[in-house]
C-alpha cells in the first residue's frame, strides 16, 4: 500500500481559559473524494484543556478562529 500525501490538516481545539481557546496543529490526513474511508494520522495531542474536538481544514488554510464562550451573568446591576 503506497502512502499519499495529505490532503487536510489535523487541528485540536485547546481551551485556554473560561472563555479563550485556540486551535493547535496535531497531525494531517488524506481524504479521496467520493470515498467512505478517510485516514486520520493524529502524531500529537495536547497534554491539558483538549476538548475532544478535532478540525480538519485543507492543507494550507487555517481554521477560523474559535467562538469565545459567553460569560455566565454575575446577578450583579
Known sequence: ???KPPTHTAYALRRES???SRW???GNAHIEN?????????????????????YLSPVG????????????PSGED
Open 1 to 3: 500500500m503506497t502512502e
Open 18 to 20: 473560561r472563555v479563550r
Open 24 to 26: 493547535i496543529e496535531i
Open 34 to 54: 467520493g470515498g467512505s474511508v478517510h485516514q486520520v494520522f493524529l502524531d500529537r495531542l495536547p497534554t491539558g484543556g483538549f476538548t475532544g474536538h478535532v
Open 61 to 72: 488554510v487555517k481554521p477560523p478562529e474559535p467562538e469565545p464562550q459567553p460569560r455566565q
